[in-house]
């Protein structure tokens, strides 16, 4: 079985430019949980992010032929498809776009496919991992600092840390795509993380601990924002958060 919830602050950002949404299966032995990140400016980021969890969504749900892998790369080219053809009825939205993470949960694991930097993480035995692709410039500079070609705190500072090197953005299929053939496979205690990257203010360690301290699924969100608010960052971007809790 599985406990699911969500929640999300507006951070310091005058806007909310994402989007979430969790869909579990009648039973609720499985089920799909979508988050977006958008950008664009004034409403461009809000609207590329709302289009593409609606795409997505609807695609999967009504095309249920083939394997899951392949039904979740069908339905993220549809979302896309759903940003481009808004950008042809509203030239003036030209330019937005969003990440996307949706996660599939049930009895045979866990299947996901992303673009962007929006994290999927796995919180198993006291300890926080990543496990989908991050398509940002980070991992890039994270290398460079393992070769010894920039320091902890030039990584740290680096102007194109956050820069995104795949996103939806209704133009061609994205450059960079993670969407693993086979499922993860999940056990009791498991919990699972699906979230913008607004949640990243706290470390790896700091998540599991909020997470681990927590009864059930909402409990676990609101520690998680709670700590994010807490931390008060003056460019605190927005943070979205779903937990899957197993068994």
């Not at 790369?73 to 042809?88: C, D, F, G, Y």
């Not at 913008?196 to 997470?211: E, F, H, N, P, W």
């Amino acid at each position: 079985m599985f406990q699911i919830a969500s929640g999300a602050i507006q951070g310091a950002r005058d806007n909310q430019e994402d989007c979430m949404e969790i869909r579990p299966a009648p039973g609720g032995m499985a089920g799909l949980a979508i988050v977006a990140d958008g950008m664009g400016g004034h409403a461009g980021g809000e609207i590329a992010s709302a289009l593409a969890v609606a795409g997505f969504a609807e695609h999967f749900e009504n095309y249920t032929r083939g394997p899951l892998p392949k039904r979740l790369e069908i339905a993220l080219a549809m979302a896309n498809q759903a940003l481009a053809h808004r950008v042809r009825e509203d030239v003036e939205l030209d330019g937005m776009g969003t990440t996307l993470l949706a996660v599939h949960y049930g009895p045979e694991g866990l299947h996901w496919v992303s673009v962007g930097d929006s994290p999927l993480l796995l919180v198993r035995n006291g300890e926080a991992r990543w496990l989908n692709e991050d398509h940002s410039m980070a991992p890039l500079i994270e290398r460079q600092v393992a070769a010894g070609k920039l320091t902890r705190e030039q990584a740290d500072r680096h102007p194109e840390r956050n820069s995104l090197l795949s996103v939806l953005t209704g133009l061609n299929t994205p450059d960079m795509i993670d969407c693993p053939a086979q499922p993860l496979v999940l056990q009791d205690g498991d919990r699972v993380i699906a979230a913008s990257d607004g949640l990243l203010t706290l470390s790896l360690s700091d998540i599991a601990a909020r997470v681990l301290a927590a009864d059930s699924a909402s409990e676990a969100v609101a520690l998680l924002l709670d700590g994010v608010a807490m931390r008060g960052l003056p460019f605190q971007d927005n943070a979205s958060v779903q937990i899957i809790m197993v068994g």
